[in-house]
């Protein structure tokens, strides 16, 4: 199985060109973004990435199931490998919660695309024991684990759900490579000495991830290291006591994410094998 790197617009400034080009300089195999509406746009989309020998991963958001099938349609004509969906609402109960699921199953096998349902806060897929039980009910689900949520959910390095978020794992095709904390969904510098213990259970994680991706056979798995500026980078690292103090100009999430790439293939390389 190939490791695949993917790195979205968030924090970038510049037009699509300049932003498909850093990207693609910075040997980023994929560019992930929100999908535009306009068929002019796809169009000009489809053709940046094409141009540059990009993937792309189309990101999705929605409330109402109705509106699926378009979204799918235009990540088709894009030529998305994968969706990456945040579906719904954390307000829904469990039985809208399935109705919206069986839509999004429906219209994707209608339009032919792969979803990844995203581990996110505010949607279906909010917290581990809510998305153990469409994950156990919904046998062909799939994630896009996004476990920097789950920390700030449940203020937690997620100790007491590891059968939940086991089961996201088992499902993950794709990961927001993000570390996260009881208090923040974004840690500012994850190699900082005193994020040791978040980077390290946010790497076994992932490790975990990639290993049951292999073995049941995917070709290729996704990795993004969503780094972004404030409000994400949430609590300045600390050594001592002394505080960095981050602001959105003096902080700068491009390295943080080129490092966790860098990480990604000291640790596994860009090939995984299942003996």
Request: proline share 5%.
């Amino acid at each position: 199985m190939k490791l695949s790197f993917a790195k979205n617009s968030w924090g970038l400034n510049g037009s699509l060109s300049d932003i498909l080009d850093r990207i693609a300089d910075a040997g980023f195999d994929t560019f992930e973004t929100p999908l535009p509406f306009a068929a002019q746009e796809i169009d000009r989309l489809r053709e940046g990435v094409e141009k540059r020998g990009l993937g792309l991963i189309g990101q999705a958001f929605s409330h109402a199931a109705e509106a699926l099938p378009d979204i799918f349609r235009r990540a088709s004509a894009a030529g998305c490998r994968l969706v990456v969906l945040q579906a719904g609402s954390d307000r829904m109960d469990l039985d809208a919660g399935r109705a919206f699921i069986q839509h999004a199953l429906t219209a994707a096998r209608v339009t032919g695309v792969k979803v990844a349902y995203e581990t996110h806060r505010g949607r279906l897929f909010y917290a581990p024991w809510i998305a153990a039980i469409y994950l156990r009910e919904f046998p062909e689900l799939q994630t896009c684990l996004d476990l920097s949520h789950w920390t700030v959910v449940t203020e937690s390095l997620l100790e007491e759900s590891d059968e939940s978020v086991a089961l996201a794992i088992a499902r993950a095709l794709h990961i927001h490579a993000r570390v996260g904390s009881e208090q923040s969904a974004q840690v500012d510098d994850p190699f900082l000495p005193e994020w040791e213990d978040h980077r390290e259970r946010f790497f076994s994680h992932w490790r975990d991830a990639i290993l049951a991706a292999a073995a049941r056979g995917e070709e290729i798995f996704t990795i993004n290291p969503e780094y972004s500026l404030s409000p994400y980078p949430g609590p300045a690292g600390r050594i001592g006591a002394e505080y960095r103090i981050r602001t959105t100009t003096a902080y700068d999430p491009w390295p943080v994410a080129l490092k966790i790439v860098e990480e990604f293939r000291s640790r596994f390389g860009t090939e995984i094998s299942v003996a």
